[in-house]
């Protein structure tokens, strides 16, 4: 297993769409082992596979409470298939370390997806795995936390994280702990 690079916006590959997944061989199960161990190296709660420059659709999520056992989930080709509700949640993202957004999003959704090797599989979150499964998805898609901000919050949320970027530059650390996805 390998610790990948996860790239930082604007990097072209996180408003790419990334293609579905064909093959469940080796070279998937190979992206996803070192998803999972880049995501927990970087303390996220969630990595999709733009993050990483490589445009399958894959992500891998741990929404577990620090006091549970981990709950590593592995998801190719998800869909959502059900939307039920609102709820705002304060977002980070590994792609802008350091900054956080209350994103308004469906408060419970229910996903379809294939598991490594190809089953068919099926998923209902809510709370912080809903945000977590929409978050991942949009990635997917190409689409970052900051565009579901409307014009003006994409606009200031922006120039808050040019400053971010200027103090990482300078070999600074981004502000705050709290786990991104
Ligand atoms: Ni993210």
Known sequence: MAILPIVHWPHRALSTPAAPVEAFDGSLHRLIDDMAETMYAASGVGLAANQV???????VMDCAAEDEPSQLLEIVNPEIVGREGTLVWEEGCLSFPGLY????R?????????DRNGEACEITGEGLL??????????????????RLGPLGRRMALKQWKKIEDELARGGV????????
């Open 106 to 114: 469906a408060a419970r959704v229910t996903v379809r997806y294939r």
């Open 174 to 181: 981004a502000p705050g702990r709290r786990s991104g996805a």
């Open 101 to 104: 957004n209350e994103v308004k």
């Open 130 to 147: 809903a945000v977590c499964l929409q978050h991942e998805i949009d990635h997917l898609d190409g689409v970052v936390f900051i565009d």
């Open 53 to 59: 420059d490589r445009l399958h659709r894959v992500t």
